[in-house]
């Protein structure tokens, strides 16, 4: 029989309890940030060359969650984040790709593209078995979970690396400290791929690459930018919004009946074990399903009036609220997480590295492959790039789901 202290709800200590006054303290803080992330001089520009903006979104919160000024962990602003924005942020993603285009690339663009995909996954188990010789207190207990939400952002950015989260059940802690390996070894990826991006010319020669279908595709998504962009009317961002929920709604009332319908198939296909019982999971997939299909019809249009902005404005909301959980005093209890992410890094670089000399792909292909989250969404026109990014996030969740999935990794990890 439960006693009166069981049915008590938790009480917070924390300063500010109003849900609304916390969610005022987020965007406020957000738009501090990227205010100061938009200064074209001075102390700021200077700042931001150094610090991540992304890093900021999380670590605020953080500091507001460790400090007890709020406290995430009682608070309804991460669930409807989550339930509403994340997936409604990865339909506004998808709409924008240019599936056409990037199917003109040929066969190249596909290969480096799933090379991108399987050196995250390679990786993934270089750098778990490494460190398990290495330092195997840091490859215990949960940390597979925790790589699980690396490989997601690796291979599909922030929308699926908060997927990710989710759909493994990551402890907001152990997320922070993957958030902190992100960070930082993206910041060193970025820097390689800016060098290699100063000697293209010469790495395509090495190769004998053609670039002649990367420039037409390049022609082809400038003139689409200089037809379609815009500045937004009201009934522009009420359209976005409402292809943007409305999928989203859509996702959720499919979402619950696919699961029971699942659940219900025999036990011993142990569908469980691939997070295909996860409401969540079949939320996030349909949501991204129905943004690449919009993509082939004229919402597509809509990107010119900003549709990935908004989408990407959503996704720092989820960020925010994430670090909101975060305890900042346990972040630092496994530094040598950040071994494991250079060692996953060096991996996926190599797989890189050997397809393009072996298929001749040029230089782009290797820039296109990965886009870590911590770097700022580009303030241009949309580019091939960016499109075989946004296409990697509707693919996101199935590989990392499959490589990750909770039988194989406790198997490898004894």
């Not at 300063?15 to 969610?23: F, M």
């Not at 003139?223 to 522009?236: C, M, S, Y």
């Not at 011993?268 to 082939?296: C, H, I, P, R």
Request: overall charge positive.
């Amino acid at each position: 029989m439960a006693t009166p202290t069981d049915t008590l709800p938790a009480v917070s200590t924390a300063l500010i309890q109003n849900d609304a006054v916390v969610l005022g303290i987020l965007a406020a803080t957000l738009g501090f940030v990227f205010w100061g992330s938009s200064r074209p001089d001075g102390f700021w520009k200077r700042f931001y060359g150094i610090v991540p903006a992304l890093l900021l979104c999380y670590l605020i919160p953080a500091i507001l969650n460790t400090a007890g000024v709020v406290d995430g962990s009682l608070s309804k602003i991460y669930p409807m984040a989550r339930d509403y924005l994340l997936p409604s942020s990865l339909v506004l993603l998808c709409i924008a790709i240019d599936a056409k285009g990037l199917m003109r690339l040929g066969p190249k663009a596909l290969v480096m593209f799933l090379s991108g995909t399987a050196g995250v996954m390679l990786g993934a188990i270089v750098s778990f078995q490494a460190l398990a010789v290495i330092h195997p207190e840091t490859v215990a207990g949960d940390t597979w979970r925790g790589m699980s939400t690396l490989a997601g952002s690796w291979i599909g950015g922030g929308a699926n690396q908060a997927a990710m989260k989710e759909v493994f059940q990551v402890d907001s802690t152990l997320f922070g400290q993957f958030v902190a390996v992100d960070v930082l070894v993206a910041n060193l990826w970025m820097a390689g791929l800016l060098l290699l991006a100063g000697k293209a010319a010469k790495f395509d020669r090495w190769v004998g690459a053609d670039t002649s279908a990367i420039e037409a595709l390049k022609d082809r998504m400038a003139a689409f930018q200089a037809q379609h962009d815009r500045i937004p009317t009201l009934a522009d961002l009420m359209i976005i919004l409402g292809l943007a929920f409305g999928v989203t709604g859509l996702s959720h009332f499919l979402a619950g009946p696919l699961v029971e319908w699942i659940a219900s198939l025999p036990a011993e296909w142990n569908l469980k074990d691939y997070s295909l019982t996860s409401g969540f999971f079949w939320l996030v997939v349909l949501a991204t399903t129905f943004g690449v299909l919009l993509s082939f019809t004229r919402a597509r249009t809509m990107e010119g009036a900003g549709a990935s902005r908004i989408g990407t404005a959503m996704l720092y909301f989820l960020v925010a609220s994430i670090g909101m959980h975060m305890d900042l005093k346990a972040l630092l209890d496994k530094p040598w997480l950040f071994a494991l992410g250079i060692i996953w890094i060096l991996t996926h670089g190599l797989v890189l590295l050997i397809v393009a000399k072996i298929i001749r792909a040029p230089a782009f292909s290797l820039r296109s492959a990965h886009r870590p989250t911590s770097v700022p969404p580009p303030r241009r026109p949309s580019s091939p790039r960016r499109s075989i990014r946004r296409w990697r996030q509707s693919v996101c969740c199935w590989p990392c789901s499959v490589t990750h999935s909770e039988p194989t990794v406790r198997t490898s990890s004894g």
